[in-house]
């Protein structure tokens, strides 16, 4: 009998999982970025789910080499007994409406596994939630049961392994499961997945990922890796990443205000507090498309011109007066409100990046560079940072320009 063909995606990670040096990672990942670019971009949350499960088979395997207590193997018996009835368990459609009941009854499961210290605790715990699963009179249910319960015992298998790997200084596998699980859309994991060749560890050049570098050379190649990621990513992807990105640098901002004192004068603070109930979508009242009208011209002009207003009111109290004005308009504006908030937003973070100049305060190096790619991704149309001129801007142009 042949031996059946393997897919692309797992030839690819088996290479990238038995890889040696950090050369054969290198070589296993331009594989692995090569087969996410042949398949188009609503099938690559299925190769993202294929990639993450098979790194959590090889850490499994990898576990069970290390000697594990009598809980740990306990737990792998349970893992191998399970594994075949998840294959044989029938999907046909039927009690859906049980399946909420099925991750409700399982919650408290992976903590009731974690508590167990015996191999006869293990045994009867599994074997107590697997009957109650059983009896579930949706097929759907009952899938869906067994593979919560598997999945929290291969976690409890991982967490071990993850804490010993640790304490060995062996972050491989850890860092390349972490850095699959580090995007929102799951179809970017790979794309986003990065090797750092010296430490010979993964890293994730997802949008939260970004925000929180702190090196500049490092923030320079990410944002490198991330612009080419985007190209093979959806609009709306890229919208979104686009939009992740841009929060996440102007959460950094707040807190770096804050961390430095800079709140306590008046209109900073004033310009910060705005700012921050723009992020925390205070000021948001949702799709806009969900209205059946546009508000009037009149009232969109006076959002436009309040927004205008903040960054240029050199009275503190004026300045508090419009924040509140501003507020109202917004959540008044309701078809409008999200262009509108963009546009205050902009309003906000270049009247504040102008008073740190006036305050001869600077910026710190990664920041700046964080507050470079702010700048360029608001004023694009795609936020993909694709524009030659401008990324050579965010990652070797000059200090933001605000002179003082």
């Not at 990898?62 to 306990?74: E, F, G, S, T, Y």
């Not at 004033?270 to 992020?279: E, I, P, R, Y």
Request: aromatic share 6%; glycine share 4%.
């Amino acid at each position: 009998m042949k031996k059946a063909k393997q897919k692309p995606i797992t030839k690819a990670m088996h290479r990238l999982l038995s890889a040696m040096e950090p050369t054969e990672t290198q070589a296993a990942l331009r594989q692995l970025r090569r087969v996410v670019l042949d398949v188009p971009s609503e099938k690559r949350d299925a190769l993202h789910a294929i990639a993450e499960q098979k790194v959590r088979n090889y850490t499994i395997a990898q576990a069970m080499k290390l000697d594990p207590d009598n809980r740990i193997q306990a737990i792998h018996q349970e893992v191998a007994l399970l594994r075949p009835q998840l294959v044989v368990t029938p999907t046909a459609p039927g009690g859906l409406a049980s399946v909420g009941e099925i991750v409700a009854m399982l919650s408290p499961f992976s903590v009731q596994l974690g508590k167990a210290k015996t191999p006869e605790e293990v045994h009867r715990m599994v074997q107590n939630v697997l009957a109650q699963v059983s009896v579930n009179p949706s097929p759907i249910g009952r899938k869906l049961g067994y593979s919560f319960i598997l999945r929290d015992m291969e976690d409890a298998i991982l967490d071990w392994y993850w804490q010993i790997a640790a304490e060995r200084g062996e972050l491989y596998l850890s860092s390349l499961y972490l850095s699959l699980k580090a995007p929102k859309h799951s179809s970017l994991a790979l794309p986003f997945l990065c090797h750092d060749v010296k430490e010979n560890v993964f890293f994730s050049v997802a949008p939260a990922s970004l925000s929180g570098m702190d090196v500049p050379s490092e923030l320079k190649m990410a944002l490198a890796y991330y612009r080419t990621a985007l190209q093979s990513a959806t609009k709306e992807e890229a919208r979104d990443c686009g939009k992740e990105l841009k929060q996440g640098v102007l959460l950094r901002l707040v807190d770096w205000l804050d961390d430095e004192g800079l709140t306590q004068h008046r209109d900073v603070g004033l310009c910060a507090d705005q700012l921050q109930k723009l992020l925390n979508g205070d000021l948001d009242t949702g799709d806009r498309w969900q209205f059946e009208a546009p508000e009037p011209s009149s009232q969109v002009l006076d959002a436009i011109n309040s927004a205008l207003y903040l960054g240029v009111e050199l009275d503190d109290d004026a300045l508090d007066a419009t924040c509140a004005d501003q507020a109202e308009l917004l959540t008044r504006c309701l078809y409008a409100n999200q262009v509108l908030a963009g546009a205050t937003e902009f309003t906000l973070v270049c009247r504040i990046l102008q008073a740190v100049k006036l305050l001869q305060v600077e910026l710190p190096p990664a920041l700046e560079l964080l507050m470079r790619t702010y700048l360029v991704m608001q004023l694009s149309e795609d936020c993909t940072l694709s524009d030659e001129g401008a990324f050579a801007w965010v990652v070797e142009g000059a200090s933001v320009p605000f002179a003082a």
